[in-house]
Structures are given as structure tokens and as C-alpha cells.
């Protein structure tokens, strides 16, 4: 495809779903904004190249609530539900989240170091908050996410990576992969294919990924 016919097509994408991210502020323009305290700076020099895709819901298996906002921003009261009883203190954030009806949601900016991954290790490289993004899907790990999740967030990672440089050819990896055995979200229940066939419908096919 052309250079010109390249562009026309991310500004058509852009247009219809609504994504403008501003590479300076790091806030992806139609997002809910729901600052996140659970934050800090990157460590200097570290750059952008990884993207975790994860799944959470609260309570588990249940959709819909404002538990994950609640969460993320320290306000859970883990009285609500006898399973958030060992969230109590919990510090985690991610700078975005794609809700079951598609609803996109920032709680970090994109420049700043979220609290998503934990302890992790992506190839040699510890402490993968330090250069990733993380993007939670509303899903728990045997349920089906939604279609149109799959065509959010790929959506989302064509403009994460048209907007930050550093992102060209990425590699796109679920948590359990950077955290085996501790970690096993987004589940088996997650379709890498739909993934990699709604980037290539939107032109993100240079993102690298996961097989399986
Ligand atoms: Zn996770």
C-alpha cells in the first residue's frame, strides 16, 4: 500500500473508533480518564517496546461493576465481596483497560510507569513495567471476551504503535507469558488469532504477536 493510501486509512480508523493518542501527554483522547495514583516514573532511558495484554475481573468472573476503577485508584472497600478480602493494600494500576461493551478507560499515562506486571521477565529483561504498556481486558480467563474487545484493542495497539515510535514492530504478549507460573491471565479463553485478524485489518500487522 502507498505511503498517502496508509495514512488515509489510520485517519479513517482513527475517525471511526475514536482514537487520537497524544504522544507528549501519553492520554489516549476518548479514553475515560480515571487517574491513577498507582504510578511513577520510568527509570531514565528506559524506552517503550513491549505490550502485556491482560484480564481482570472483579469479583472474579463477574462484569460490569466499579470494583476495577475502585481498585486502581485505592478505593476498593474489600468489605463489598468476600473475594477482594486479599486486595486489601494492594497497590496495582494499568494505563488502560477495555471494558466488555468496548468502553476504553486510562488510568496512567502512557509515559509513566504503571503497576501491572509485577515480578516478570521478558526475555533477559527483568521488571517489564519499566518499558511495557499494560492493557487490561474486563474478562476472567475460561469466559469469552467479547468481539468487540478484540477489535478495540487491536484498534488501540495500531495507534499505540503509529503514536510511539518505539513501538514499530513490538511484541504483544499476555501476562502469563512475562510471569509464568505466578500469572495466567488473559487465559486460554483470549484468541490470539481474532487479535492478529483485526490487525491486520487495521494495518497493525508490523506488531509482533504471540503464537498460540
Ligand atoms: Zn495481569
Redesign the pocket.
Known amino acids: 500500500m502507498r505511503g498517502g493510501d496508509m495514512q488515509g486509512l489510520s485517519l479513517i480508523r482513527d475517525r471511526l473508533l475514536g482514537l487520537r493518542i497524544d504522544p507528549r501527554t501519553g492520554i489516549v483522547a476518548s479514553a475515560r480518564q480515571v487517574p491513577s495514583p498507582n504510578c511513577d516514573d520510568r527509570p531514565p532511558g528506559a524506552g517503550i517496546d513491549l505490550l502485556?495484554v491482560?484480564?481482570?475481573s472483579l469479583p472474579p468472573g463477574e462484569f460490569g461493576g466499579p470494583y476495577i476503577d475502585q481498585l486502581f485508584q485505592n478505593r476498593l472497600d474489600t468489605s463489598a465481596h468476600p473475594s477482594f478480602a486479599g486486595l486489601a493494600g494492594l497497590r496495582v494500576s494499568s494505563h488502560l483497560l477495555v471494558r466488555r461493551d468496548g468502553e476504553l478507560v486510562q488510568y496512567v499515562p502512557l509515559g509513566r510507569r504503571a503497576w501491572?506486571?509485577g515480578q516478570s521477565r521478558f526475555g533477559a529483561r527483568a521488571a517489564c513495567n519499566d518499558f511495557s504498556i499494560?492493557i487490561?481486558l474486563e474478562g476472567a480467563d475460561d469466559v469469552p471476551y467479547q468481539p468487540v474487545q478484540y477489535v478495540r484493542l487491536a484498534a488501540l495497539l495500531t495507534a499505540l504503535s503509529a503514536a510511539l515510535p518505539s513501538l514499530a514492530g513490538a511484541p504483544v504478549v499476555g501476562?502469563s507469558d512475562i510471569?509464568p507460573g505466578r500469572?495466567t491471565?488473559?487465559g486460554p479463553a483470549f484468541r490470539w488469532s481474532q487479535l492478529r485478524h483485526w490487525l491486520r485489518a487495521f494495518g497493525g500487522r508490523d506488531l509482533q504477536v504471540r503464537t498460540a
Do not use: F, L
Request: proline residues 8%; glycine residues 16%; charged residues 25%.
Open positions: 502485556v491482560h484480564g481482570i501491572h506486571a499494560g487490561e501476562h510471569a500469572k491471565d488473559p
